[in-house]
């Protein structure tokens, strides 16, 4: 029997959204998420499952959903996943669970990030029931703290106040989220999904203190003088690289964090109904291939370039961007200038960059990541113009809180060292998880490490508690 | 939300805020700022601490009025609330043990130079102030400058009080040109006001710092926005600075970069002062 072709998600047209900032997938109709869970053969060994960094019990969720029981898939989905909604919208499906599916062999996988985000956005849309933990929950009267409140940190502190502890959530910017929040953008995942999902924490009884930089504010140190009996820091990576070549610093010039955070946490796009500005650049060129340079590149278009492109110094078989943004990305009208490489930036009379010197590369043999290694070309440089530049070039994790607090490890590129199972860190009662350990990763694994700690913490309190 | 407990206004353009907001209050050290919003829709503007109170919990703020987000705050008045004040962010300045130290204050500026006056002060150092402004109104704070200093210089442009001329003038004709021994000087205030300090003294190879005030937007090291470009490498001004060695700093960058939105400034605050006269 032939394999039937996967339901296709409706989008806004690539006309019209590459002008706007509203969502880009629209999301299934009901129809189309049982046509699409009809397609799942329930394989015995469910190898999709085994694709999932967070175990999600994928075949039982579909199940339900062959049924249109969306509250049972939901409820599946959450034992294991606690931001479903987000992660539907931005796993890189392709690599994991979808990669691994039966369907995949013969035809097309099953849609997974799509019924996931589904059944999420149906939970979300008739009300999630927050059951707090009653008086005899374990961790009652107990404090942890939590550091940052991205993906990993959110995760840790819904694990840890349903398990009764009194959780609160330090967080340096004014909105909760981390990356989320103020990097990814509105058209991929709207901010109103992550408002829900921290406002379920606060109904679960989480604290949120926004304002609160640990390491400035009040030390690690400080934070078990007030009484937190375990820290966890999810505190990503959230320092940007930049080339180090000639002219970077021009006006125009961004780092992908400003470029997004102005757009995203500031909503630069909406001045000035919103007092941040953002430069509105004609030509926009970013540098970079991941998912930050898509969302940096489709960002340029909606802030109205007439040209947004990007400039990779390898192919893009080895870019690391999710399949569907580079898609989009191309549907939408993005130029991509493979095996070229910035080498100097060029201003004008007056400051403004106004275009690049690139050289061209070819691939040579693979380096220690296993991709192989751009070499320039000798004599192929020539320049681009441009009048606004994105250096999406990766970040790696903010020095801070390794600075002050004692006894904490890092490797030498800032990664704070732990052990893989329980998210110890070298310091005692202190865990970490997410970017902050792995560098620049995903939502997904911030969200798995998240977890892994929470259950430590729980187990060595308890552990303390009985002892004493 | 952060209350305003105390304002007091310095000059029609400059107004002094007491804010409570205990954690920060115990932590700042003179140098450090703070990064402020002040509606829903706002902007993170970077505010310098120019006093703490650990034991009431509340940190002195003094704004200058030079745009939209600034006016907002100016207008604000005791009872009502700032929605984020989060800090100390920066380094603290770094401060001599013992010798000669001339702060030099022009506009806003007087107000960070004072915790630093106070704790140089405190060690036993001995600490000149040189404050300027346009005009005798614009000066402030000079009483409050004035107990940390043995002495306090004024120069104003229109020679309404003090020497008439800049503050760099009173630097070198009352104090250099004197031969007065000098181990440091700190000049906090406009750009170019630094600038011409850092020229001042470039000369004699007298050891100057000033506090950089790039356009800033998290205050953590995250963006990037604040990098400025000190002895040939790129420095982010929140983690880095925001003091630095006068003499390395790259001005003609510094300035450049602080003009990187005057256009959609103007339109922000010609809106908004439509919006208030209306
Ligand atoms: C533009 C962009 C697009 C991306 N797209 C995808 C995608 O499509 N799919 C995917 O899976 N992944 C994507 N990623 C990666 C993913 O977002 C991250 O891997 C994930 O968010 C990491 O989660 P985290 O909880 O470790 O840290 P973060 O999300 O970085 O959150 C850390 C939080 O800690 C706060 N913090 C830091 N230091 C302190 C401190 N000292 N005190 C208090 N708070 C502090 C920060 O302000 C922040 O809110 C993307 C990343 C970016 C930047
Ligand atoms: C570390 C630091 C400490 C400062 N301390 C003080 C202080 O104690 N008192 C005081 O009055 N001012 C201080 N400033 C300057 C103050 O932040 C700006 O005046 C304020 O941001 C102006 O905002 P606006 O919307 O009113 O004006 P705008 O119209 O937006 O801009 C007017 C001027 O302010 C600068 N500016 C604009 N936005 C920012 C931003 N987000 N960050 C930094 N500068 C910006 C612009 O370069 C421009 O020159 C400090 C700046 C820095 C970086
Ligand atoms: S591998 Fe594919 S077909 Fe098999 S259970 Fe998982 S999703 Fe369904
Ligand atoms: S203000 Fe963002 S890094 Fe300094």
């Known amino acids: ?468 | 939300m952060f209350k305003i407990v105390k304002k007091r206004i310095l000059t029609p353009v400059t107004k002094l805020f007491e804010v409570d907001a205990a954690l920060v209050a115990k932590k700042a050290q003179p140098g450090q700022f703070v990064v402020v919003r002040v509606t829903e829709k706002g902007e993170r503007i970077p505010l310098t601490v120019a006093a703490t109170d650990p034991g009431r919990g509340t940190v002195t703020i003094v704004v200058q009025e030079v745009g939209k987000t600034s006016s907002m705050l100016g207008r604000l008045e005791e009872g009502q609330d700032l929605l984020d004040f989060a800090g100390p962010l920066g380094k603290p300045a770094p401060l001599l043990d013992s010798g000669h130290v001339v702060v030099v204050g022009g506009g806003f500026g007087v107000a960070p130079i004072l915790p630093i006056a106070k704790a140089l002060k405190s060690r036993g150092v001995k600490v000149t102030g040189i404050v300027g402004a346009r005009t005798k109104d614009l000066l402030i704070l000079r009483d409050e400058l004035a107990e940390s200093c043995g002495e306090v210089l004024v120069a104003t442009d229109d020679g309404s009080l003090g020497t008439k001329g800049l503050v760099t003038d009173v630097l070198k004709k009352e104090l250099i040109d004197q031969g007065v021994k000098i181990d440091q000087v700190i000049a906090i205030g406009p750009m170019v006001m630094m600038r011409a300090v850092a020229e001042a003294t470039r000369p004699y190879n007298l050891k100057t710092l000033v506090s950089l005030d790039p356009i800033m937007v998290d205050g953590t090291g995250m963006c990037g926005a604040c990098r400025c470009t000190v002895e040939g490498k790129t420095r982010f001004a929140c983690v880095d600075g925001p003091i630095f060695d006068a003499h390395k700093v790259d001005f003609d960058e510094a300035v450049r970069r602080g003009k990187m939105y005057a256009a959609e400034q103007r339109v922000a605050f010609d809106r908004y002062k439509a919006e208030v006269a209306k």
């Open chain 1, 1 to 468: 029997m032939p394999i039937k072709p996967r339901t296709s998600m409706p989008t806004q047209e690539a006309e019209a959204r590459k002008r706007n900032f509203n969502e880009v997938a629209l999301g299934y109709r009901e129809e189309d998420a049982i046509a699409e869970a009809a397609r799942c053969l329930q394989c015995k060994d469910a190898p999709c499952q085994k694709g999932c960094p967070v175990g999600v019990q994928i075949k039982d969720f579909i199940k339900a959903a062959k049924t249109g029981d969306w509250a049972a898939a939901y409820d599946k989905i959450k034992e294991t996943n606690s931001l479903p909604a987000v992660c539907g919208r931005v796993c890189p499906q392709e690599e994991q669970c979808e990669k691994l599916c039966l369907l995949g062999k013969k035809g097309q996988p099953e849609a997974i990030g799509r019924l996931e985000r589904y059944a999420s956005d149906m939970a979300m849309k008739r009300g999630v029931n927050v059951q707090k933990p009653g008086d005899g929950a374990p961790g009652k009267g107990r404090k942890v703290a939590i550091v940052g409140s991205g993906p990993a940190g959110l995760t840790a502190a819904g694990d840890l106040a349903k398990l009764g502890y009194s959780v609160t959530i330090f967080e340096a910017l004014h909105a909760s989220g981390g990356v989320l929040i103020y990097g990814i953008p509105e058209f991929r995942l709207p901010k109103a999904i992550v408002a829900e999902e921290v406002d379920l924490l606060k109904k679960l009884g989480v604290e949120v203190r926004t304002d609160v930089i640990i390491g400035r504010t009040v030390t690690v140190d400080e934070v078990f003088a007030m009484g937190y009996e375990a820290v966890f820091l999810g505190t990503g990576a959230g320092l940007p690289k930049f080339m180090g070549i000639p002219g970077e610093n021009l006006n125009g010039i961004y780092s992908a964090n400003e470029y997004l955070t102005r757009t995203n946490l500031m909503k630069a796009y909406r001045f000035p109904d919103y007092d941040t500005p953002i430069k509105m650049g004609k030509k926009v060129a970013v540098i970079g291939a991941g998912n930050v340079a898509m969302d940096s590149v489709r960002s340029a278009l909606r802030h109205g370039a007439d040209e947004a492109f990007v400039v990779y110094r390898r192919t893009e078989k080895e870019m690391t961007a999710r399949a569907e943004e580079f898609e989009h990305a191309i549907e939408e009208g993005v130029k991509f200038h493979f095996l070229t490489n910035p080498v100097k930036f060029l201003g004008d009379e007056t400051g403004w960059v106004k275009g690049m010197e690139v050289q061209k590369m070819e691939l040579g043999e693979p380096d220690a990541s296993g991709r192989a290694r751009p070499v320039p070309i000798p004599n192929s440089n020539y320049v681009m113009e441009c009048d606004t530049v994105v250096v999406a070039l990766g970040t790696s994790p903010n020095p801070l809180l390794s600075s002050t607090t004692p006894g904490l490890k890092t490797k030498e590129w800032g990664g704070l060292i732990v052990e893989e199972e329980t998210g110890k860190t070298t310091r005692d009662a202190v865990y970490a998880g997410g970017d902050a350990v792995t560098g620049s990763a995903t939502v997904i694994l911030a969200m798995g490490a998240g977890k892994k700690a929470a259950k430590a913490i729980h187990e060595d309190l308890q552990e303390r508690a009985k002892k004493a």
